[in-house]
């Protein structure tokens, strides 16, 4: 609509110049609107019948469709949905493989949040959880049944820094039609490629590594778009059947994306964790450096990994970049341009020691985060891993003296100076044993 200087105030503060002038900006747009215009009633039929075009950013947005696709592109799928975090990315790949009666093969060794998410809240929906050592592939083929409908690993483990073999859990999962969904926030698609290696689906927190900036939230899921009716429809009947009215099933409409767009068009819009066009166009700004980053973080990684493993004071350094980590030769393999950023170091006087290094750095940022372009610390035994026991800490690698380190851009001899003066005075007695 025209608002013209015949039609009253509060018509005209509505309506004028919303029809701005036809322009191509270089940098991908940002379009804040909860839903969008139709020429006519054909075009809205249209767009609810076929899903073409957009009219409602909650199924649809130009700003996140360009970030899904250069997302998609980076990480070799065949599609990518944007969610508003990396929590949702998980909650949303798993409710779109399981249902109530069902069962997944789980790493031991992921992130909290997703692990109280597998205990808490699906197991309330019927969905069962095995946690195993990925590590031991004997112990994740044990683990499937015949309800089994995915696979969940991290491509880096938290707190250890263990390496998911990718190609040999995903085969694993091939046997039985099993898709090995992988959250790969740790490695991004900078330093490792899931999909290239077998795995079906990937998540990551993009309020991570692929933002950057430590600003914004979101999570993203990327399909393979491999989907094989044939050999896994029998685990998926809600992809290979009619629908509800009685139309074509997704593998029937979609073929091998049927997965992927039944993320799209029925799980992420109705669960709704939509993400902000905004944080959207932030993340997409981010990914524009984020090889740049990858790269200058992980070598800044390993030179203060080195440096830690030479101090008195550490007992143990996890970090795959060291030759002394038991899966340093899979991280070769796996791992190109960098072995990540994020890894723990464990000191000999235990509590005390951590607490003594966390609340001296200066430089380095104490917070729950990690991937930002800043140096950040954490202590996993009091926050990150405080809901586990003790034996469950020290299996993933966490004991009292153990702090999380994600390195960030800054010059790396300011970083090793923030450390080397918060380690000064630090209490060197053997490292305690807390019994919970």
């Given at each position: 609509?025209?608002?013209?200087?015949?039609?009253?105030?509060?018509t005209r503060?509505?309506?004028?110049?919303?029809?701005?002038?036809?322009?191509?900006?270089?940098a991908?747009?940002?379009?804040?609107t909860?839903?969008?215009?139709?020429?006519?009633?054909?075009?809205?039929?249209?767009h609810f019948g076929?899903?073409?075009?957009?009219?409602?950013?909650?199924?649809?947005?130009?700003?996140?469709?360009?970030?899904?696709?250069r997302?998609a592109?980076l990480?070799?799928?065949?599609?990518?949905?944007?969610?508003?975090?990396?929590?949702?990315?998980?909650?949303?790949a798993?409710?779109?493989?399981?249902?109530?009666?069902?069962?997944?093969?789980?790493?031991?060794?992921?992130?909290e949040?997703?692990?109280?998410?597998?205990?808490?809240?699906?197991?309330?929906?019927?969905?069962?959880?095995?946690?195993?050592?990925?590590?031991?592939?004997?112990?994740?083929?044990?683990?499937?049944?015949?309800?089994?409908?995915a696979?969940?690993?991290?491509?880096?483990?938290n707190?250890?820094?263990?390496?998911?073999?990718?190609?040999?859990?995903?085969?694993?999962?091939?046997?039985?039609g099993?898709?090995?969904?992988?959250?790969?926030?740790?490695?991004?698609?900078?330093?490792?490629?899931?999909i290239?290696?077998?795995?079906?689906?990937?998540?990551?927190?993009?309020?991570?590594?692929l933002?950057?900036?430590?600003?914004?939230?979101?999570?993203?899921?990327?399909?393979?778009?491999r989907?094989?009716a044939?050999?896994?429809?029998h685990?998926?009947?809600?992809?290979?059947?009619?629908?509800?009215?009685?139309g074509?099933?997704?593998?029937?409409?979609?073929g091998?994306?049927?997965r992927?767009?039944?993320?799209?068009?029925?799980?992420?819009?109705?669960?709704?964790?939509?993400?902000?066009?905004?944080?959207?166009?932030?993340?997409g700004?981010?990914?524009?450096?984020?090889?740049?980053?990858?790269?200058?973080?992980?070598?800044?990684?390993?030179?203060?990994?080195?440096w830690?493993?030479?101090?008195?004071?550490?007992?143990?350094?996890d970090?795959?970049?060291?030759?002394?980590?038991?899966?340093?030769?899979?991280?070769?393999?796996?791992l190109?341009?960098?072995?990540?950023?994020?890894?723990?170091?464990?000191?000999?006087?235990?509590?005390?020691?951590?607490?003594?290094l966390?609340?001296?750095?200066?430089?380095?940022?104490?917070?729950?985060?990690?991937?930002?372009?800043?140096?950040?610390?954490?202590?996993?035994?009091?926050?990150?891993?405080?809901?586990?026991?003790?034996?469950?800490?020290?299996r993933?690698?966490?004991?009292?003296?153990?702090?999380?380190?994600?390195?960030?851009?800054?010059?790396?001899?300011?970083?090793?100076?923030?450390?080397?003066?918060?380690?000064?005075g630090?209490?060197?007695?053997?490292r305690?044993?807390?019994?919970?």
């Open positions: 609509m025209t608002a013209g200087a015949d039609t009253g105030f509060s503060q509505v309506h004028a110049g919303s029809v701005s002038a036809p322009a191509t900006p270089r991908t747009p940002i379009y804040l909860a839903g969008f215009t139709f020429s006519d009633l054909d075009e809205s039929a249209e076929t899903g073409a075009g957009f009219g409602y950013s909650r199924t649809g947005n130009p700003t996140v469709q360009a970030v899904e696709e997302l592109s990480e070799g799928g065949d599609q990518a949905i944007l969610v508003s975090s990396g929590q949702a990315a998980v909650t949303v798993l409710l779109a493989l399981a249902g109530a009666g069902d069962h997944v093969v789980v790493s031991e060794h992921i992130y949040g997703t692990r109280g998410l597998l205990l808490d809240n699906l197991a309330r929906l019927g969905i069962e959880t095995t946690f195993v050592d990925v590590s031991d592939l004997d112990a994740v083929r044990a683990a499937v049944t015949p309800r089994t409908k696979l969940f690993a991290e491509t880096l483990s707190a250890r820094n263990d390496v998911l073999d990718v190609a040999a859990v995903a085969e694993i999962g091939a046997e039985r099993i898709p090995l969904v992988v959250d790969s926030t740790f490695t991004t698609p900078y330093l490792l490629r899931p290239e290696h077998g795995a079906a689906v990937v998540v990551h927190s993009a309020s991570k590594f933002a950057g900036q430590g600003a914004v939230l979101g999570g993203v899921i990327v399909d393979d778009g989907f094989d044939a050999a896994s429809g685990l998926f009947p809600h992809l290979v059947q009619t629908d509800r009215l009685g074509a099933s997704y593998a029937e409409k979609h091998p994306r049927a992927g767009q039944y993320l799209r068009e029925s799980v992420a819009p109705r669960f709704g964790p939509s993400p902000s066009p905004l944080n959207a166009f932030l993340i700004q981010g990914i524009e450096t984020l090889s740049l980053r990858v790269e200058r973080q992980s070598a800044n990684a390993l030179v203060v990994a080195r830690l493993e030479d101090r008195p004071e550490v007992e143990r350094v970090y795959v970049g060291l030759a002394s980590h038991p899966h340093h030769a899979l991280g070769e393999k796996y190109r341009g960098g072995h990540g950023s994020v890894f723990t170091v464990t000191l000999r006087g235990g509590l005390e020691a951590a607490r003594h966390v609340q001296s750095v200066r430089l380095i940022t104490h917070m729950t985060h990690l991937g930002d372009v800043r140096s950040l610390i954490l202590h996993p035994q009091s926050t990150s891993h405080s809901a586990r026991t003790v034996s469950e800490r020290e993933a690698g966490v004991f009292p003296g153990t702090v999380r380190l994600s390195i960030g851009i800054e010059d790396v001899g300011d970083i090793l100076a923030d450390l080397e003066q918060a380690l000064v630090v209490p060197s007695a053997e305690e044993t807390v019994v919970l």
